[in-house]
């Protein structure tokens, strides 16, 4: 998937300034991290990406469709096409793992047989086939967000956005999951991972956006 933001802005009805001015463009098939201090806009910009939130001005382009055309019935399929990975995971603990996975595809209504078999090869993938019984709440921390990039992933999106993915992590198991965001970026899937690790950032060595009080202060080059 393509992004292209073209001087984005986005002002809350209190007055806050969120994004302001914000352009640059991901070519499919890009992988890239978004850094920047706390409230300088990076969940904002996640928000604008899934029809979250609407921007105040500018254009936001994906594959060349101006999201602002879309029409409110065309916004679910839209987001079925883009996988999101939070912080605290999101899960729910009254299901099992495979059931929190199975989640996405349940709600597009799905075949049962399909979406058993899309199931399990997500876990597969993130290396949680054999605990798909379990309750989450039994397993560690960094098999939560395992779990979450597998439902993430189980509708086979064409963008992958991660949302402060490690911020609950140690090292180890944060380069874990920085690993597998490139495995899913190897085979063709655009991810966009916002973080504030710039340590893990820099040994990634991929493309850095950065915001600061909501404006695009550099775009480019590696992590350093």
Same mark, same amino acid.
């Given at each position: 998937m393509e992004i292209e933001f073209q001087r984005v802005g986005?002002?809350?009805?209190?007055?806050?300034?969120?994004?302001?001015?914000?352009s640059f463009h991901l070519q499919q098939g890009e992988m890239a991290f978004l850094t920047g201090h706390s409230g300088a806009g990076k969940s904002t910009l996640m928000k604008l990406m899934m029809?979250?939130?609407?921007?105040?001005?500018?254009?936001?382009?994906?594959?060349?469709?101006?999201?602002?055309?879309?029409?409110?019935?065309?916004?679910?399929?839209?987001?079925?096409?883009?996988?999101? $990975?939070?912080?605290?995971?999101? /899960? #729910?603990? *009254?299901?099992?793992?495979?059931?929190?996975?199975?989640?996405?595809l349940q709600v597009s209504g799905a075949d049962p047989q399909q979406?058993?078999?899309?199931?399990?090869?997500?876990?597969?993938?993130?290396?949680?086939?054999?605990?798909?019984?379990y309750n989450p709440m039994a397993l560690s921390g960094g098999e939560q967000q395992r779990i979450g990039i597998a439902r993430a992933v $189980?509708?086979?999106?064409?963008? /992958? #956005?991660? *949302?402060?993915?490690t911020g609950n992590l140690d090292p180890k198991l944060s380069a874990e999951i920085m690993n597998l965001f490139q495995e899913f970026n190897r085979v063709g899937v655009t991810v966009l991972v916002a973080s504030h690790d710039l340590a893990l950032v820099a040994r990634m060595r991929h493309r850095v956006l950065t915001l600061s009080h909501g404006r695009m202060v550099n775009d480019g080059g590696f992590g350093s």
């Amino acid at each position: 998937m393509e992004i292209e933001f073209q001087r984005v802005g986005k002002k809350y009805e209190s007055g806050q300034e969120a994004l302001s001015q914000v352009s640059f463009h991901l070519q499919q098939g890009e992988m890239a991290f978004l850094t920047g201090h706390s409230g300088a806009g990076k969940s904002t910009l996640m928000k604008l990406m899934m029809m979250i939130e609407r921007q105040t001005s500018g254009q936001i382009l994906i594959d060349g469709v101006d999201l602002r055309t879309l029409s409110r019935r065309a916004i679910p399929q839209h987001r079925r096409r883009v996988g999101v $990975v939070f912080q605290n995971h999101q /899960l #729910l603990f *009254d299901r099992s793992v495979f059931h929190n996975v199975a989640l996405p595809l349940q709600v597009s209504g799905a075949d049962p047989q399909q979406i058993a078999k899309r199931v399990r090869a997500a876990l597969d993938k993130v290396g949680l086939l054999d605990k798909e019984k379990y309750n989450p709440m039994a397993l560690s921390g960094g098999e939560q967000q395992r779990i979450g990039i597998a439902r993430a992933v $189980v509708n086979k999106p064409q963008l /992958l #956005l991660a *949302d402060e993915p490690t911020g609950n992590l140690d090292p180890k198991l944060s380069a874990e999951i920085m690993n597998l965001f490139q495995e899913f970026n190897r085979v063709g899937v655009t991810v966009l991972v916002a973080s504030h690790d710039l340590a893990l950032v820099a040994r990634m060595r991929h493309r850095v956006l950065t915001l600061s009080h909501g404006r695009m202060v550099n775009d480019g080059g590696f992590g350093s």
